[in-house]
């Protein structure tokens, strides 16, 4: 067994953060959507929730923001001429397209791509699999750039394999690892993976879409040369769904050998946790930790993002800890329930709440922040080492932020053509600041 860590990769929130209020099933981000937003608070609220790790003692990594607008999607939707042109003709004309355009989603790093560590894959390689994100029309445009910023970072093929995106068919719908868990007993021994699917192939549902179909997620496990026994496929519950968790990290999150999920995660609970110990016979005892509906009611365990918290194993510490957003702090169900789990002597041990209220409005917690990758010291070493942090480098993104965000951004500011310079201007500084020029 190599001995491994868990690398946090998180999105540097862009400086076209809005809410425009894309995402159906999504219910903060239809909440807040025309409300105006604050690029700049994000972003720093981002890097110090990113800081607050480093100073844990755990390896953080950042990925920069893509490109906005994105003027090939505007191009696409027939709109031709200088770039001002574009975006003053689509304002006029086909306003939601312009808005899937600015969209700064990739933020949420969770949906970026499907992640197997070395010790899973038949060929010894950390893998890589960018979600094609179809489901959603601003999110369906990231993978292509996604991908180049994966092959960007972990460009050694001797030790990494990043595969495009599957697909952009319903069937093949996939949302990245915002529905997939790895379990294990320690981060550098051989795991057990957990695909979260909410529809099978040709398969409608009235309501809020199911946006991971097990086809992808089946895709995925094989491209990732993954072990069959110990792999494991469940059934997003639907009526959590229909409750506003649109992907399965809204109602869980696992750590090493513990899964924590709410009583309605999974269609078949019972089933699942069967399937979870018997994949994981031999190698580690699962410690399921489930959240009862009577404790914290399904709306409240949505609005609260008590799952969507990062579950880490921190130097020092002898239990996992869960980094939460206040808002679980400001949920009374949320609140009290998390002080009963510190006090039973569980696998976690405390509750840390971070303010990343920004993401939050536009429903992204935590976890949505993030992605998770497990890595030896050899791979750590042939990452790029531009987007590894330190509290240097940290406040040097900082200063970039605060010198070149918006503080406020109104829906209206988008059929600005001087806004697409200012954003331009930003991301360079950034990537600048992490050595990816080469992604301009």
Same mark, same amino acid.
């Given at each position: 067994?190599?001995?491994?860590?868990?690398?946090?990769?998180?999105?540097?929130?862009?400086? =076209?953060?809005?809410?425009?209020?894309?995402?159906?099933?999504?219910?903060?981000?239809? &909440?807040?959507?025309?409300?105006? =937003?604050?690029?700049?608070?994000?972003?720093?609220?981002?890097?110090?929730?990113?800081?607050?790790?480093?100073?844990?003692?755990?390896?953080?990594?950042?990925?920069?923001?893509?490109?906005?607008?994105? !003027?090939?999607?505007?191009? @696409?939707?027939?709109?031709?001429?200088?770039?001002?042109?574009?975006?003053?003709?689509?304002?006029?004309?086909?306003?939601?397209?312009?808005?899937?355009? $600015?969209?700064?989603?990739?933020? $949420?790093?969770?949906? @970026?791509?499907?992640?197997?560590?070395?010790?899973?894959?038949?060929?010894?390689?950390?893998?890589?699999?960018?979600?094609?994100?179809?489901?959603?029309?601003?999110?369906?445009?990231?993978?292509?750039?996604?991908?180049?910023?994966?092959?960007?970072?972990?460009?050694?093929?001797?030790?990494?394999?990043?595969?495009?995106?599957?697909?952009?068919?319903?069937?093949?719908?996939?949302?990245?690892?915002?529905?997939?868990?790895?379990?294990?007993?320690?981060?550098? #021994? %051989?795991?057990?993976?957990?695909?979260?699917? +909410?529809?099978?192939?040709?398969?409608?549902? #009235?309501?809020?879409?199911?946006?991971?179909? &097990?086809?992808?997620?089946?895709?995925?496990?094989?491209?990732?040369?993954?072990?069959?026994?110990?792999?494991?496929? @469940?059934?997003?519950? &639907?009526?959590?769904?229909?409750?506003?968790?649109?992907?399965?990290?809204?109602?869980?999150?696992?750590?090493?050998?513990?899964?924590?999920?709410?009583?309605?995660?999974?269609?078949?609970?019972?089933?699942?946790?069967?399937?979870?110990?018997? #994949?994981?016979?031999?190698? !580690?005892? /699962?410690? %399921?930790?489930?959240?009862?509906?009577?404790?914290?009611?399904?709306?409240?365990?949505?609005?609260? *993002?008590?799952?969507?918290?990062?579950?880490?194993?921190?130097?020092?510490?002898?239990?996992?800890?869960?980094? #939460?957003?206040?808002?679980?702090?400001?949920?009374?169900?949320?609140?009290?329930?998390?002080?009963?789990?510190?006090?039973?002597?569980?696998?976690?041990?405390?509750?840390?709440?971070?303010?990343?209220?920004? =993401?939050? &409005?536009?429903?992204? +917690?935590?976890?949505?922040?993030?992605?998770?990758?497990?890595?030896?010291?050899?791979?750590?070493?042939?990452?790029?080492?531009?987007?590894?942090?330190?509290?240097?480098?940290?406040?040097?993104?900082?200063?970039?932020?605060?010198?070149? *965000?918006?503080?406020?951004?109104?829906?209206?500011?988008?059929?600005?053509?001087?806004?697409?310079?200012?954003?331009? /201007?930003?991301?360079?500084?950034?990537?600048?600041?992490?050595?990816?020029?080469?992604?301009?």
């Amino acid at each position: 067994m190599n001995v491994a860590t868990e690398v946090n990769f998180d999105g540097l929130i862009g400086p =076209s953060h809005n809410y425009g209020g894309l995402s159906d099933g999504n219910l903060a981000s239809a &909440r807040n959507a025309g409300d105006v =937003s604050n690029p700049r608070e994000a972003a720093v609220q981002g890097l110090e929730k990113m800081r607050t790790l480093v100073r844990a003692g755990l390896v953080q990594g950042v990925l920069p923001p893509l490109a906005r607008p994105n !003027f090939d999607l505007l191009v @696409a939707a027939g709109f031709a001429g200088s770039d001002a042109d574009i975006i003053d003709a689509a304002a006029r004309s086909a306003p939601r397209v312009l808005k899937a355009a $600015w969209s700064a989603s990739s933020m $949420w790093t969770a949906n @970026a791509a499907t992640v197997s560590p070395s010790a899973d894959t038949a060929d010894g390689r950390l893998h890589f699999t960018a979600a094609n994100l179809s489901t959603m029309l601003h999110r369906s445009i990231e993978h292509p750039d996604t991908t180049a910023t994966l092959v960007s970072l972990f460009a050694d093929e001797e030790r990494f394999a990043v595969h495009g995106a599957l697909p952009a068919h319903a069937d093949f719908a996939d949302e990245g690892a915002a529905n997939h868990v790895r379990l294990a007993a320690e981060h550098g #021994a %051989p795991g057990v993976e957990l695909f979260v699917f +909410g529809r099978d192939i040709g398969e409608t549902l #009235a309501g809020f879409p199911a946006r991971q179909t &097990r086809l992808a997620s089946e895709s995925i496990a094989r491209a990732h040369g993954l072990s069959a026994p110990r792999v494991v496929f @469940a059934r997003q519950a &639907r009526r959590a769904i229909e409750a506003g968790a649109f992907h399965n990290d809204v109602v869980c999150v696992g750590a090493l050998d513990t899964l924590f999920f709410h009583e309605h995660a999974f269609e078949n609970t019972a089933a699942t946790l069967e399937a979870l110990r018997h #994949a994981a016979e031999g190698r !580690f005892e /699962l410690k %399921p930790v489930m959240v009862p509906d009577a404790e914290v009611p399904l709306a409240d365990a949505i609005s609260s *993002y008590l799952f969507n918290s990062q579950l880490l194993q921190l130097p020092g510490e002898d239990r996992l800890v869960l980094i #939460a957003p206040t808002e679980t702090r400001d949920t009374p169900s949320a609140h009290a329930y998390c002080e009963r789990l510190v006090l039973a002597n569980g696998p976690i041990g405390r509750v840390q709440y971070v303010d990343v209220r920004q =993401s939050m &409005r536009n429903g992204g +917690g935590p976890a949505c922040l993030r992605l998770r990758v497990v890595m030896t010291e050899a791979e750590i070493a042939a990452c790029h080492a531009g987007v590894l942090l330190d509290e240097e480098l940290i406040d040097e993104l900082q200063a970039s932020v605060r010198a070149t *965000y918006r503080d406020r951004l109104s829906p209206a500011d988008l059929a600005d053509p001087a806004f697409a310079d200012e954003c331009r /201007l930003a991301r360079e500084a950034i990537l600048e600041i992490l050595d990816l020029e080469s992604l301009l």
